[in-house]
């Protein structure tokens, strides 16, 4: 069955930190593959999107993910989290106009 | 260029009652899904229309109804509402639709609460 998993429900990260948020799909093609992030009360705003050629996809704000077909993940990074960056991130995939979403992950910034 | 509309923002029903959700999308864009957003099962995909037509369909009750209209606005229903229907409903635009090389650009939600 298709799906997408996001293996942490919560992280929390030092401003200035580091930051990998995992995201796992399971489709019988290579979906196309987009982040998402959500702030409390909104709607979702695209981050990035995959859907071919080089395998590093840059995004706004800083973010980066990487496509791994060998292990079915789409990884969002960022090198120094910024207090901003607080809120929930989704991973999601589409096929033949269907779209499914990750859990989502909550990400919390400490000072 | 204006963003993705949906009205109203805040809904309160009773169960039994009925409710339409409208969503205005981007200009242009001739495809429009909705999404059922819960803490319990986070985001599910409700139906796709693109040009007046529902292309695909997600796993809800028939209780859950949509449309689209010439000028690719939709609307959503759902009848005989029932307290397991109190989410966040998310519309969202695109020019081909959610598998395409164009984004779908998300509007703020209607936060519906059933009493």
Same mark, same amino acid.
Do not use: M, W
């Given at each position: 069955a298709q799906s997408v998993t996001q293996p942490d429900i919560h992280i929390t990260v030092s401003e200035g930190a580091s930051l990998e948020l995992r995201c796992n799909y399971s489709y019988g093609a290579t979906p196309y593959l987009f982040w998402y992030v959500q702030s409390p009360g909104q709607g979702l705003q695209l981050l990035l999107k995959y859907f071919s050629g080089d395998t590093l996809v840059q995004g706004i704000k800083g973010f980066e993910a990487e496509f791994k077909r060998s292990q079915s993940s789409f990884n969002l990074r960022k090198p120094s989290v910024h207090w901003s960056d607080a809120a929930e991130y989704f991973c999601a995939v589409a096929k033949n106009n269907d779209m499914r979403f990750g859990a989502g992950t909550r990400l919390t910034v400490k000072p | 260029k204006a963003g993705v509309? /949906?009205? =109203? $923002?805040? *809904?309160?029903?009773? $169960?039994? /009652?009925?409710?339409t959700l409208s969503c205005s999308p981007i200009s242009g864009h001739r495809s429009v899904s909705w999404y059922q957003q819960t803490p319990g099962q986070g985001l599910q995909f409700l139906f796709e229309y693109f040009s007046e037509t529902q292309r695909n369909k997600g796993n809800f009750p028939g209780r859950f109804s949509g449309r689209q209209f010439s000028n690719s606005r939709s609307e959503m229903n759902v009848s005989t509402l029932e307290l397991g229907d109190s %989410? #966040?409903? #998310?519309? %969202? !635009? !695109? *020019?081909? @639709?959610? %598998?395409?090389?164009? =984004?779908?650009?998300? @509007?703020?939600?209607? $936060? *519906?609460?059933? *009493?």
């Open positions: - | 509309t /949906q009205t =109203p $923002r805040y *809904l309160i029903k009773t $169960r039994g /009652q009925q409710v %989410a #966040l409903y #998310l519309c %969202a !635009s !695109s *020019l081909e @639709g959610p %598998a395409s090389n164009q =984004p779908q650009h998300f @509007g703020d939600g209607t $936060r *519906l609460s059933i *009493l």
